[in-house]
């Protein structure tokens, strides 16, 4: 007797599904967040922001008299750009990494996720080439995988994407007849590797993809959380003609306001614009009069230096854990800001198959593979460590746990 | 001597732009809205809602106390799929047009703009082909033509689409080897042709594409908002398996807050949310909170009655208005709710040659060629007045200003 499983409902219609919407598949980000809401498990997983320092009050209080004053205006259709107060706030804070920008070359997107979405619709074709690091953070892979575009990983080491490694690839894909559509890099305490493009090498990034004319994608949601407080100057500050900027206020306001913006020379702004009109009209006009209003009345600067110091301790704590827990053979990164750290486990240690020896010590981390292009085989001796949402307490406590889960795997292979 | 103009900053990276994106194109939306800020113009064009109505302190006060109470859930990262309690909420909003759906079918996302952007491009490549009415709203033909899929328009009478009509089209498709990706269609109070599918017609719509194997994705904003307070049933209550079903608090609440919702068959939902997670990661969990305790605490169906009185006296100061103002020859739809009139004007009469006429007399309204398919000629003699946000005086004023550029336009051809 044989049982088949009736098809779901509507399963027949994705057998009509666009041949471009192949690329559109299951994102491991949710998993990161899966263990949030278990207490016996320690995730040094998922990146979440902590918001013990957020000051909850004031922003209740200003959202009310926001909605009190002007709710006319700030529940209404808005401006598929982004309300202009905002813009020219925003440019304010980018000014701090010494970018000069017009409000109007800002576009406000509905995180700055959505920002790399539309950078990536308006360049890719399936088959065309992006250029990222290697390790890349999980959410513009699958981006980019969701155009079906080809990636290929450039290394990173203490200080960032390799320059000689850059020119490298973009000369391989010369010969290939290939040219990038655009280099993805974040170059200040990168998500997933924890390491900064030291300021010497930046000039020479640049140079290397104005000669080979590749624009450059800036993704820099982390750069205002040095842990000593310093800020670099963004590629963006150096090069205005060739490189989009994203930004976000996720790290360093809250990220369920989901408001991030990219800033872009005029011709390719214009196109964002067009992308975010047929996406979704207008972002939030609600969210956005919140952030403009508390950014206005507000000592923000102060509120991100309560975050810093929140993570330094959390930084502190892992990287003495990691120094005290972790088996001979282990190394990982410094981070001077940012939300993680990346270990390279000891020689024959499988970071996807050390899984289920952590869920048996029950301590959660990503593996390397996620951060690297499907099949591509790569990342498995790696994996990424977060210390921004839990206490020290716990971070400590994971990372013990993950020393363990490393010494099972090794006893037992 | 010859001058040129410099190219704008950035131009020549559009010089490699995706052949995917040469569908983006400038909305005509926000010019729609454009003369929202003058006070000498009467608009007639954009369909905002109007929120005189809304209860701003209620507001207010639930969104304070939410985030006083619970500020770091709200303003934390969220689900891809949505809140669950919002969720949750939506369904039992849906059950007043007959609706029986589980939660977990329901996908929140940021205005249903954006669910139509989701669709359109899990199911289009380009070249693929949409039937829709004849005229459509503005939005979806710009969504389609974002993803360069072929729209065929098929003609609307006084009791919504004519079943014949659209079964010619799909025999016409048949004959050609095509067969459409979706039937797009917005049942109640169409916008812009203001008319509603008649109820005896709405099973058959359904029989006649399930027999060609077509899904339908019915757009239903304007659902809740029949003058009189009636419902109808939901296309997506008579075949669950075959309709995708759009929705949003844009028009019954407030779009400020930007969201919306798709209820999709099993299979299709999932891969919408595997497009929400590679687009935004997650909708705001801020406005969604917002939203989703207003629904819990207040009377949300009597807000809404408010609303209908005031879209009421605003419909009848228009067709008031239309039969006293514009001259013999031109014909008008009679909503029974939503926001719009579609008005026929006097043969001779060409609705974009109008416009500078109308400019003159101070009255702004969309002609009817927006609302075709681009570079489909049609449309010339037709117009779409808005009903729902100025005064019922300003909209006697607009249709009064209105009749005297037709006349003048007909006194100069």
Known sequence: MTTTTPPRPGERHLARMARGAEGIKP???????????????VSLAGGMPNLEGLPQRAIADETAGLVALGGKVVLQYGSAQGLPKLREQICEVMSLEGIAADPDDVVVTVGSQMALDFVTRI???????????????IGALGVFASYRADVVQVPVDDRGLVPDALRAALE????????????????????????????????????????????????????????????????RSMDAENVVYLGSF??????????????APAAVREKLVQAAESTTLCPPAFTQAVL?????????????????????????????????????????TRPEGGFFVWVTVPDGVDTDALMPYADRHKVAYVPGSAFYAEGSGRGRSELRLSFSYPTPERIAEGVRRLGLAITDYQSAH
Chains 1, 2 share one sequence.
Request: charge should be neutral.
């Open 27 to 41: 994102s491991e980000i949710p998993t990161l967040f899966a263990v949030r809401g278990r207490t016996d498990v």
């Open 172 to 235: 391989d894909a010369e010969r290939a007849g290939r040219r990038p559509k655009f280099l993805y890099t974040v170059p200040n305490f990168h998500n997933p590797a924890g390491v900064t493009l030291a300021v010497e090498r930046r000039a020479e990034v640049l140079e290397i993809c104005a000669a080979h004319d590749v624009l450059v994608v800036e993704d820099n949601p982390y750069g205002m959380l040095a842990l000593d407080g310093r800020t670099f100057p963004a590629l």
């Open 292 to 332: 403009s209003r508390y950014l206005a009345r507000h000592d923000w600067r102060a509120q991100i230096d309560t975050y810093r110091d929140s993570y330094r301790v959390r930084r502190d704590a892992m990287l003495a854990a990691l120094a005290e827990h972790l088996p001979e053979g282990s190394r990982w």
């Open 250 to 263: 996720s790290k360093t306001i809250a990220p369920g306001l989901r408001i991030g913006w990219v800033t």
């Open 123 to 137: 360049f890719c074709d399936p088959g065309d080439l992006v250029l990222t690091e290697a390790p890349s953070y």
